[in-house]
């Protein structure tokens, strides 16, 4: 195979030839995998070999090959791919296997096929999806459980929506620009900047702003003092997010005190921004500090950047100082540990797209205790992209959207950490056309109780889950009660030893792992909710409550509805 047991994340790969392109398990601890842009031809088996590899695959392009995508026998995945090419594949698209299994969630969106006679092949049952014609797309396609309502008995579905088209239109690639040709570049140590750890490099990139629109960044620890506002065309280029780091160190003025959050970085309103390859880290004790504020248009691209927060052990190897050899590093005992944990959760978020920002978003990483969440995102219908994004260890939340529409969520991963036992993976509000592809959240395994809820909903309509993983590698469970719980902001809803609603409201949850989900309607006037559409496997728990009564629900692994009236003395428990 070209790669075996891929990572991550992978763009603009193209393979010929070879057995397989890529033969992957999963990878660790269990994620999805993003494969962006590639290009496969001549493969003598498959183009792909999957075995529980998650992958969300977003513009490939197969070529002459027998089989595009096959999953391992006897092994459950989650697939997901969106505006893709299947071209002179001879024997079929795709080949599935273990469809009585819930972990098997499969979902395909506008898939173009030209000489693929046959699209999808059952491995247990021979059970096809059959091409029609010589060219034809795949509009949607789902393989897995379904319910159409909760009263349904969950059953194993194959839905495909094929319709015949003329020709195939080529991928478009134009969300993922490429960067100026090095020679436009300007390189900020050109320009006077040190990055030592030490001196004040503010001046230095604020006049590089003014003047210059490519700016480079080579390694190094480059103090910012000031925030740092781009100008419209602005491109940032960063050698790599592990050696590139603007930093602010604690305590400054600028950052902390009272006031509005105050970003290191901001790109105006509208603008046409590219940043890459930088590490933005805010230190510890900076109570305003937001690291990057996203206010740039849908053309804007940010990606291949890290954020994080002081943690002073990482600045030294073998006692010597990557910024500075004359520091020395702080010693760890318990008074500067205590300091450092003090400082958890003082500061604002990671990133912050917000007043209309939008764009393309990609190979993002935040693990920053410091930070409320890794991912805020506000106020804007501009279109926006996510591919590929880890949130981790916050100790609030580790994303929130809020009075956000029209975008796309792929390959989004959330690893909950031990110091954010009470941390709420993802909050939705007023939010409406979202859509997450293959979502993964994740607590590890010094976890010692489990979390009500995953996700966490107001008000929100038109959003749609296409595989929903949510686990634990622990001595107990992700969540007490389901991967979803909707809330309507005018009534109060409260855990407690399962589920307690003090107002009369409808409340839906749902079991860890899903193949399609949406949220529909206006659920402030009860109109709509929580829905469950193709793919939908609820093996949990379902309540419609009315009063202000209480009701202890144990989870268990076999589908039970309660339907309770206004007295406890009248309730039917169906098994």
Known sequence: AGIVDAGNHLENVSVFGG?????????????????????????????????????????????????????????PDRLFMEDCIFENVKRTGLILTDAGNAATQINLRGIQCKNVPVFSLERSTNEQVSGKGKAYQITRFTYGFNANSLEDIPQI????????????????????????????????????????????????????????????????WYVVKDPLVLEPNTNIIGLHPGTTILLTLGGNPAFSGFGAPQAQLTTPKGGTNIVCGIFLNADAYNYRAVNCKWMAGEGSYLYDVKFSGHDKNRFFYNGQSAANPLEKPMPVTPETHDLITRAWDNQHWSLWITNGGGGTFRDLWTANEYSSAGLYVSHTETPGRIYG????????????????????????????????????????????????????????SRMLKSYPSAIRTWNCKDIEFLNLHNYAHARVKFTSNASLYDVNSRHKLSIFQGLAVEQPVKLRLLRRSVAVLVLYGDTINGKGGAIFKSGFHPVGVHVVAAGKHFLRVIMVEILISFHLNDSFNNFLVDF
């Not at 960067?179 to 230095?204: C, Q, Y």
């Not at 991963?413 to 031990?418: M, N």
Request: overall charge negative; glycine content about 6%; charged content about 25%.
């Open 157 to 220: 579905v194959r839905e495909a929506e094929i319709v015949p088209i003329e020709s195939i239109i080529p991928l478009d690639v134009g969300d993922t620009p490429m960067l100026p040709t090095m020679n436009h570049w300007v390189n900020i140590r050109d320009l006077g900047a040190k990055g030592d750890g030490f001196s004040d490099d503010t001046e230095i990139f604020r006049e590089a702003i003014k003047k210059y629109t490519n700016i480079y960044i080579p390694q190094g």
């Open 19 to 75: 057995e397989y392109g890529i033969d992957t398990d999963k990878s660790a601890p269990g994620w999805p995998i993003m494969l962006l842009n590639s290009y496969f031809e001549g493969q003598r088996k498959s183009a792909i070999l999957t075995n529980e590899g998650g992958l969300t695959i977003v513009r490939m392009k197969v070529k002459n090959v027998p089989v595009a995508v096959e999953i391992k026998e006897n092994a």
């Open 389 to 444: 994004m880890s949130l981790e260890h916050h100790l609030r939340n580790e994303a929130i959207f809020r009075n956000v529409a029209n975008w796309k969520i792929y390959d989004f991963q959330f690893e909950v950490e031990a110091e954010g036992v009470d941390t709420q993976p993802l909050d939705l509000i007023d939010c409406r056309n979202l859509t997450f592809a293959n979502f993964y959240s994740y607590r590890v």
